[in-house]
């Protein structure tokens, strides 16, 4: 499947998922980071990649755990618009 131009594989996403258990970093920051600065330069809001950009961060750094509840923090945004 292609989405915005970038592959998404199934059968990859696990080693995204041991790479956060093991607090490495991983591309978030050239994956959602392109998307975060083309939306300001072009002045449209990307709530939704910034948090989830700030969440893996966050999970990469040991701030945050590794849990589904993850998911409750990315509609924060999205109700504030």
Do not use: A, W
């Not at 980071?33 to 083309?38: T, Y």
């Not at 990649?49 to 999970?59: F, P, Q, T």
């Amino acid at each position: 499947m292609d989405l915005c131009g970038c592959s998404f594989r199934p059968h990859r996403s696990h080693k995204k998922i041991r790479q956060l258990k093991q607090r490495v970093k991983t591309e978030v920051d050239q994956t959602f980071g392109h998307f975060i600065s083309e939306g300001q330069r072009l002045k449209i809001p990307t709530p939704l990649c910034r948090s989830i950009s700030m969440i893996i961060h966050e999970i990469e750094d040991g701030k945050r755990p590794l849990q589904i509840d993850n998911y409750e923090e990315l509609i924060k945004p999205l109700d504030q618009e």
